[in-house]
């Protein structure tokens, strides 16, 4: 019966109702699966409630956003099915809607028009004696070091969705695990249901690319991740076609029992479509310092975050290309600052202190400063982006409620054209889970 429903489903559908029941039927397809007896169906969700403001924030392109004042309400729900020992299928869709305190117009998206997907996947575990998992769908690409080349793959608007279209197989050894991903990624989303407003699209080109990525687990001076990375886009930002190769390394080391360090390293290199080469250079590091065993468990932390800039003066493009990572990263207020290019973060070099504390077991609190500058000048004529101050506090209420609130200020250097600017971005987000 259920199999009959399906073909008939399958049959008369649409695009969206085939590609579900191609995932959901593929256990039920096969006569000879050995259905698992204690599979389950676990169901879970969660609703969010963030309340966010922004306040003349200056842009790369010379010109400052608007105040900007909005509540914004996700609800996601999730679903795994255990159908087999070693199948299990994922799906987490989430809605949201927001209500904008001024410039109404801006709230593209009401309640229930648009459902997208995170993740609609099928996993397949210990495949060849234990040695292989694979996964096919969309599904979110976590766990790839700080996130920094690979995390979310809609920088047109994150919170719709940030799962990529993917097939992943991860090979597992005693001491060493290689994950080999391919991804492609079109401009607008297939998965979409009931999406009122089709001329948004999830992202400014279509994108494919290959990632292999190598973890270390039990090296313990070796680099904790090397990985090779290829992109094409097409096109982006009205240019040629990107080619891209990116290579890199994670070295994450645990000096003493007080100081601990974090070094990502990557260069990448490519061309344009009609000729013109790529190239630049990203460096993230981490230097910590734990304050001994007292309550709060304090620690001190330096860090330097560069992108290269490009330089008018060669033909050689040499700023940093963001590949699948276009988030807010380390701050919501700089995702904005490469406006018209939405977060593509690039040009940059920040240096910061800061502070880590835990009150209690529920909450955690983080403040940081710095200065940053630009490898190459801005519209401004000098290099100074400014001084950004972050502060971050998250508690969990109760068991399934937690909050986080932050608030960011910038003052702006010689690099924009109006100097000595103070800009701000505050944002508190409840979540209760279910």
């Known amino acids: 019966m259920l199999s009959g429903f399906m073909h008939r489903w399958f049959v008369t559908g649409s695009r969206y109702k085939k590609i579900v029941c191609l995932i959901l039927c593929m256990p039920v397809f096969n006569a000879n699966a050995d259905i698992y007896q204690g599979e389950k169906l676990n169901l879970a969700g969660d609703i969010q409630l963030k309340l966010v403001t922004l306040d003349e924030l200056p842009v790369d392109g010379g010109i400052k956003l608007p105040e900007t004042t909005y509540s914004d309400v996700v609800t996601s729900l999730w679903a795994i099915w255990q159908v087999a020992e070693n199948v299990r299928i994922k799906a987490w869709v989430k809605n949201e809607f927001r209500n904008y305190a001024k410039n109404k117009k801006a709230n593209n998206y009401r309640f229930l028009d648009e459902f997208a997907f995170h993740e609609l996947s099928a996993e397949f575990t210990n495949l060849l004696g234990g040695r292989l ?17 690979i995390l979310e793959s809609s920088p047109l608007d994150a919170e719709r969705s940030y799962g990529f279209n993917a097939v992943r ?27 009122k407003k089709k001329d948004k699209g999830f992202l400014e080109s279509a994108e ?48 003493t029992s007080a100081w601990s360090t974090y070094w990502e390293l990557a260069h990448q290199q490519g061309r344009r479509a009609r000729g013109g080469d790529v190239r630049g250079w990203l460096s993230d590091f981490f230097l910590t310092y734990r304050l001994g065993d007292r309550p709060w468990k304090p620690e001190l932390y330096v860090s330097n975050y560069y992108l290269s800039g490009d330089d008018p003066n060669t033909e050689t493009e040499e700023n940093w290309h963001g590949l699948w990572a276009r988030w807010p990263q380390y701050s919501y207020f700089m995702v904005w600052q490469f406006v018209p290019r939405i977060g593509d973060w690039t040009n940059m070099n920040w240096s910061r202190l800061g502070f880590k504390a835990y009150p209690t077991a529920n909450t955690s609190v983080e403040v940081s400063a710095g200065p940053i500058t630009a490898p190459e000048k801005g519209l401004g004529g000098g290099n100074g982006r400014g001084h950004l101050g ?16 932050r608030a960011e200020v910038f003052e702006s250097g010689d690099f924009h054209p109006e100097e000595d600017n103070l800009s701000w971005t505050a944002r508190v987000q409840f979540k209760y889970a279910f």
Not at 175 to 182: S, Y
Not at 393 to 403: E, G, I, Q
């Open 169 to 195: 197989g991860r090979l597992k050894f005693e001491r060493v695990e290689l994950d080999l991903i391919g991804i492609y990624s079109p401009r607008e989303d297939e998965f979409l249901i009931n999406n």
């Open 390 to 405: 972050i502060v971050v506090l998250r508690h969990k209420l109760t068991k399934k409620l937690s909050m986080m609130a």
């Open 208 to 255: 494919q690319g290959f990632v292999a990525y190598l973890h270390n687990k039990s090296h313990p001076y070796l680099p904790k991740s090397l990985y090779y990375m290829y992109k094409h886009e097409q096109p982006r930002f009205g240019r040629e076609d990107l080619y891209l190769h990116t290579a890199g390394f994670i070295w994450e080391q645990k000096l």
């Open 133 to 149: 998992d694979l996964k096919v769908g969309r599904f979110p690409l976590l766990g790839y070091g700080r996130g920094l080349q």
